[in-house]
């Protein structure tokens, strides 16, 4: 079983191949266009941000997680109203955490996933408001009845998604 | 050194450049044309998959729905003709209101903005962000949309377009936090501005504390922010309370439901022009009514010595031989036979001006129905509709009918069968007949 050490831990560290690599995110975009127009509830989901947050985790390596995150909330930009970058950043910033608390973290384990995620949506959220009204100047509004809810629920579905994506892993 | 901080260092590069693209876009104010060709990749990359599985699932439900599914179809298309038939009525009532206000926004030479021309498109996608709230149509440049037109659908409007690639647009929806609408509310015509929550509800702002609004007011379109035409509905009121400092909290449902949009309008063209009174303004919604009846069809003058009563005693007044109108609407309305020769005489001299109309039914309605006194009667709910609008003819019906004439109109209660209904006359904002449709 292939290992790497950083600080005196031992913890593994995953790869995917090219076509989950590149299609996991494509799929979690397409979904995220898609199903909020047939499902409503669904938009309260933020499938390229859990997306992030476990090739991020797996990878161990911020670098990689940083330049996913980037990928995929630029992406994501792509598809919306506001300019481009917003979700960049805010995903940028929230692969690279996602990657170096991996190091750190037993981010095997549902309940620290499920805290994990819950997080990392808190401050997703936080960097994307602070980007969207202090450079962008979108009069956007942060709701924290919403916020919780939506964390809660990209908490949940996160678990299981996780779970799912872990049979893609291959161990280096 | 670099070694140490090269993960840092890499991460404040990446955010750098994109905070540097980010200034770059926000320093062209908004223009969505320099990330167009990015944008454009992004979405032809996403929407064929869109378009096909809308397309697959449009097509499994209609064949589900067209050759499966029929039950209650029968007894739904019965109960939409009889709903047919009561609008047909309502509409030619109405349109008499709609005239007059022509009438008058003419006098005052108002400028009214009428929609020409729309193209029907279909609900693909959306912007696959839960913090926007807009949706992608599968209509674009090559179907004649540009940017800022408005989106509607027959139950109110939807949002703008907000950006157009050659085959989708992406349209912003009202609901969205940086949209902002111009609208008013129906019966106090308080002026406010409609913008989206995070939760994706929306809020009449800037309305003060001591104004009077209710949940239920219907809120429509201002045309204030040229995007959508006047009078065009929004929704409804549904909670009022005080908000921050001294303006109220007013959220308001939108009438059409945008969560579960599937087809929408774009309105490509609108026209502002003056409104223009018809040429013809004799034809009321009177006229247009009694044509529509079965029971009044065209008759020419009956000559003098066929007729009885009431038409006898209009010939009887030579200086009213050409308008003995009123005779009929009260005799329409049901009461003919009671005292037919006074109600044609006493209503002649006092309103000399309904319609031509009526003048022909005159002997038929009279030889006909001698005796009836049924206001239910196909002819008698075309009068008796038609008395509304003339119900100062009771005044002078002195002796002849004096409670007919004041009878409430009861057009929905008979089911004519109509010959082909007459086109009303345009009232603004109704959309028009739409350029294609969704496939």
Request: charged fraction near 20%; hydrophobic fraction near 40%.
């Amino acid at each position: 079983m292939p290992i790497t050490y950083t600080s005196e831990e031992q913890i593994e560290v995953y790869r995917f191949s090219i076509p989950v690599t590149v299609g996991v995110p494509l799929l979690a975009l397409f979904l995220q266009a898609f199903l909020p127009r047939r499902v409503p509830y669904f938009s309260y989901l933020d499938l390229p941000l859990l997306v992030t947050i476990f090739f991020g985790m797996a990878r161990r390596n911020p670098i990689s997680g940083l330049l996913t995150g980037a990928a995929i909330g630029l992406a994501q930009d792509m598809m919306g109203p506001y300019p481009i970058g917003i979700y960049g950043i805010a995903k940028t910033v929230v692969g690279y955490l996602a990657s170096s608390l991996g190091v750190k973290l037993d981010v095997e384990n549902a309940g620290t996933r499920l805290l994990v995620t819950l997080g990392f949506y808190l401050i997703h959220a936080a960097v994307y408001f602070t980007v969207a009204r202090g450079m962008v100047n979108l009069t956007l509004n942060w709701s924290w009845s919403r916020g919780i809810l939506a964390g809660l629920a990209n908490a949940v579905v996160g678990v299981v998604l996780y779970f799912v994506l872990d049979k893609f892993k291959q161990r280096t | 050194m670099l070694g140490r901080y090269r993960n840092l260092t890499i991460l404040v590069g990446v955010l750098f450049l994109q905070v540097l693209g980010l200034a770059v876009q926000v320093k062209r104010s908004g223009d969505a044309s320099s990330t167009r060709l990015i944008r454009v990749w992004a979405v032809d990359l996403i929407t064929p998959f869109e378009r096909g599985l809308v397309w697959a699932q449009n097509g499994a439900s209609n064949v589900w729905h067209d050759y499966f599914f029929l039950r209650g179809v029968r007894a739904e298309n019965r109960q939409l003709k009889d709903q047919i038939e009561q609008m047909k009525l309502a509409q030619a009532r109405l349109s008499e209101d709609a005239i007059q206000a022509q009438r008058l926004q003419s006098l005052l030479a108002f400028k009214e903005q009428f929609i020409t021309k729309t193209v029907a498109a279909q609900v693909i996608g959306s912007s696959g962000s839960d913090l926007s709230r807009s949706i992608y149509i599968d209509k674009g440049e090559n179907a004649g949309l540009k940017a800022d037109m408005a989106v509607i659908t027959a139950g109110g409007i939807v949002g703008k377009v907000w950006l157009v690639y050659p085959s989708t647009s992406l349209v912003l929806m009202i609901n969205d936090q940086s949209s902002g609408v111009g609208v008013f509310l129906e019966k106090s015509r308080l002026q406010g501005v409609l913008r989206g929550t995070p939760n994706g509800e929306l809020i009449l702002e800037r309305v003060m504390n001591d104004e009077q609004v209710a949940a239920g007011d219907t809120v429509l379109s201002s045309g204030g922010d040229q995007i959508f035409p006047k009078g065009l509905p929004v929704g409804k009121v549904s909670e009022v309370g005080p908000g921050r400092e001294m303006f109220l909290s007013v959220k308001v449902n939108p009438a059409a439901d945008l969560s579960r949009l599937e087809e929408v309008l774009v309105v490509t063209e609108k026209q502002e022009r003056g409104a223009v009174a018809e040429s013809g303004t004799k034809e009321r919604a009177a006229d247009i009514l009694a044509r529509r009846l079965p029971s009044v069809p065209d008759k020419p003058a009956v000559a003098a010595g066929s007729v009885p009563a009431g038409d006898a005693a209009a010939k009887s007044q030579p200086n009213n031989a050409d308008k003995p109108a009123n005779a009929s609407v009260t005799k329409l309305g049901g009461k003919a036979a009671t005292a037919p020769s006074a109600a044609g005489s006493a209503t002649v001299a006092g309103q000399p001006s309904t319609g031509e109309v009526l003048k022909k039914e005159v002997p038929k309605k009279v030889v006909q129905k001698p005796a009836s006194g049924d206001s239910d009667t196909n002819g008698g709910a075309g009068s008796a509709a038609l008395t509304g609008s003339t119900g100062d003819a009771s005044n002078g019906t002195s002796s002849g009918a004096p409670s007919s004439a004041n009878s409430p109109a009861k057009p929905a209660t008979a089911h004519p069968k109509p010959a082909a209904p007459q086109p009303a006359p345009q009232t603004s904002p109704q959309p028009p007949a739409t350029e294609d449709s969704p496939h």
